[in-house]
């Protein structure tokens, strides 16, 4: 009984990867447009391979950061339409724990899966696999940066009258040092160069993102509720 | 006095000079009230008039243009845990999870009010509403009645110590609204504290009665 | 009952009184729009006729003298956005939330001016409208940045909520421009092949540098010009509105 630190993140963190579940295939509607990506570029640039594998890496990465914004709305937007978003706030559990958990449970349902399709967009755009394993790991790396950030926009755009494209104007700039450390780890790593600069410079995104994000959203949360 | 008499008249929730203002108009002000442990007020007022931002305004959720809310004597908006871990809201809204189970729905906020999670417990809170059948069924397929039950079930399983509902028996059937006035005076007989807004009959013994149009004036500019 | 009842000593107390802000602002304004004629004149008399000529750009050079102190003005306008949501949320002081709303269209102005002229200075040097250099890109995504925060502002129907939420935007926007400029440059270094140099001024000459900083104080007096009719024009049109409300709370009674 009673709680400890990490309760309401552990408990938060259960429930909202619970739902995802039960809602099945609602969850992997933005890995399903992610991969979809790898159909419209040969598509609209023509199928030459030697074109797709010079822009393979940063296509991969814009489909990724678009996914991740598709899939922002899921964040809070239930729980705000529920009123579990106001009796959160008001919970005796510290606000930004919660949030941290829940954008630990969107990076699961979305970043994970992303992660792990993205070799099969690399075999599709032609991307050398030199270059797969790093892709990887920066997807999974940025990814978590992409839904911790990305909650911030999601909370400032709660109860508005527009949602989705305005959110992807608002988050968008904000993803740009993810994806161009992200991409050029990629790139780095196909030209046989050290990747490792790049990924650093993603791990501090990420670990900055993840411990100030949650308060910067948390604010929003709470003037959101007046 | 003796120490008995004295917890009796110590007020546990004060509300001092209450005034709140939203979208430019302001809503009510000088707003005073105090209850002791096992008291209840019930608040009435024409629709629009501030009912519910009187309480969200008790719960937190909206700043209060001025005045205080002083819990167990500690000043509830600095020092918010105390006040935060003994409060439960029960707005219009009826914070639920809808492909989550009745039970799970339950666990959830007993896991975030760090309350027993006794399975027991959970189970009384839900027989007291009515709910105990139900409670392996996903919260989807609640009527709405229903769901404003287990809304409450929240507050009830949970061990609040002042509830704070707003319009609770909206859409509910006679026998529903029995069960809700019955968890009340359980809950105030041991120690609770009860505000509640409402327009439909809700029966509250020994309540005091607020009406928030007392509490309007005309704004000057 | 008037809960806003004697008015601080503080300054900025005050000014919150929109009857006074109104006559501070009355007052200052012809200052700011003498300010910019004097500089404005000064400025393209030495850029366009009284200072020396690139070596290689000629007479192009000339562009940046509205280019680049655009760029400038367009970086101290988000600057301005970002401190007044700080202090709108931290002091809640109604003028800075009304500034932020005023300066954004102008911020976008001024960024659209710089690419503009970014793309004009561009054309005759090195042969095409746009190009991807680092001070472009981060001229660019300043664009973004100011037409999110404006749409952001007019996604609510609740003013305050609007303000709220562009206040904690344009602070986190600010918070993220360095990183951003950081990461454009680390990616024009990345792919840009080294003989294209930096899209920037030549070794600034003193010559230069005078009617660089006389366009810089002219656009500086336009911004406030601008900045205080605008939110002249929003404090009215807020009036306006308060007593419709009036007028409509008033004929229910």
Redesign the interface.
């Known amino acids: 009984m009673g709680r400890t630190e990490l309760s309401g993140f552990i408990a938060t963190l259960n429930r909202d990867l619970s739902i995802a579940r039960r809602e099945g295939g609602e969850a992997f509607l933005a890995v399903l447009f992610f991969v979809l990506g790898a159909l419209l570029f040969p598509l609209g640039v023509g199928p030459e391979a030697q074109l797709l594998a010079a822009v393979s890496a940063g296509l991969i990465w814009v489909m990724a950061l678009l996914s991740t914004l598709l899939a922002l709305d899921r964040l809070f937007q239930a729980d705000w339409w529920e009123g579990t978003l106001e009796l959160l706030v008001i919970s005796p559990e510290p606000l930004p724990l919660i949030i941290a958990a829940k954008c630990t449970a969107h990076w699961i349902v979305t970043g994970l899966p992303m992660a792990v399709a993205a070799p099969v967009m690399a075999l599709l755009l032609n991307l050398p696999p030199e270059g797969w394993l790093t892709l990887v790991g920066a997807l999974l790396i940025g990814g978590l940066a992409l839904s911790f950030i990305g909650s911030i926009c999601a909370a400032l755009l709660i109860g508005s009258r527009r949602g989705g494209v305005l959110m992807t104007l608002l988050a968008l700039p904000l993803y740009i040092p993810t994806l161009i450390f992200g991409a050029g780890a990629v790139q780095a790593a196909v030209g046989g160069y050290d990747s490792t600069g790049h990924l650093a410079l993603m791990g501090a995104i990420t670990l900055s993102s993840i411990s100030l994000c949650p308060w910067v959203t948390s604010a929003a949360l709470k003037q959101a509720m007046e | 006095m003796s120490d008995e008499a004295y917890l009796m008249t110590k007020h546990v929730l004060e509300l001092s000079n209450l005034?709140c203002r939203?979208?430019?108009?302001?809503l009510f002000?000088?707003l005073d009230l105090s209850l002791t442990e096992g008291g209840a007020a019930l608040v009435t007022g024409p629709n629009g008039s501030g009912k519910s931002s009187f309480l969200?305004v008790i719960?937190?959720?909206?700043?209060p243009?001025?005045g205080q809310i002083h819990w167990e004597g500690q000043n509830a908006q600095k020092f918010s845990?105390n006040f935060?871990?003994a409060?439960r809201?029960v707005?219009?809204?009826?914070?639920?999870?809808?492909?989550?189970s009745v039970l799970?729905n339950l666990k959830?906020?007993s896991?975030?009010?760090?309350?027993?999670?006794d399975l027991k417990k959970l189970n009384r809170g839900l027989e007291s509403v009515g709910l105990f059948d139900l409670s392996e069924l996903?919260a989807r397929v609640l009527s709405a009645g229903q769901r404003r039950r287990l809304a409450l079930a929240k507050a009830i399983a949970t061990d609040g110590r002042l509830w704070l509902l707003d319009e609770p028996t909206v859409a509910l059937d006679r026998q529903s609204i029995k069960r809700i006035e019955t968890a009340i005076s359980e809950f105030r007989s041991s120690g609770g504290i009860v505000i509640a807004s409402t327009n439909a009959p809700l029966n509250l013994s020994d309540c005091k009665a607020l009406d928030i149009s007392d509490y309007q004036?005309a704004?000057?500019n | 009952m008037n809960l806003s009842a004697a008015p601080k000593g503080n300054f900025w107390h005050r000014l919150a009184n929109p009857a006074r802000f109104e006559r501070l602002a009355r007052w200052l304004t012809p200052w700011f729009l003498l300010g910019f004629l004097g500089f404005v004149s000064t400025g393209l008399y030495f850029g366009l006729y009284a200072s020396p000529i690139d070596y290689q750009q000629k007479d192009t050079v000339r562009i940046m003298y509205v280019h680049v102190p655009a760029a400038w003005l367009a970086m101290m306008t988000y600057s301005t956005l970002a401190i007044s949501g700080f202090v709108f949320l931290v002091w809640r002081h109604p003028l800075a939330e009304v500034a932020g709303l005023a300066a954004a269209p102008i911020g976008a102005v001024f960024t659209a001016l710089a690419l503009v002229t970014g793309a004009i200075w561009g054309q005759p040097t090195w042969g095409t409208w746009w190009v991807w250099d680092a001070r472009l890109t981060s001229v660019l995504i300043l664009f973004f940045l100011f037409i999110g925060y404006i749409a952001l502002r007019n996604a609510f129907d609740d003013p305050s909520r609007a303000a709220k939420s562009t206040a904690i935007l344009a602070i986190v926007g600010a918070v993220n421009l360095p990183i951003i400029k950081f990461s454009v440059e680390w990616w024009n270094t990345l792919h840009q092949p080294a003989s294209v140099s930096r899209f920037d001024a030549p070794a600034i000459d003193p010559a230069m540098l005078r009617p660089l900083l006389l366009m810089a104080c002219a656009y500086l007096c336009l911004f406030f010009f601008v900045l205080i009719f605008r939110m002249r024009l929003e404090l009215v049109r807020r009036r306006i509105t308060a007593l419709q409300y009036a007028q409509a709370g008033v004929s229910d009674r």
Request: charged share 20%; aromatic share 12%.
């Open positions: 005034a939203r979208g430019g108009r302001l002000s000088g969200r719960a937190g959720l909206i700043q243009l001025q845990d935060r871990s409060l809201y707005g219009h809204s009826d914070g639920l999870q809808p492909v989550l799970e959830y906020w896991q975030i009010y760090g309350s027993s999670q996903p004036w704004e000057q």
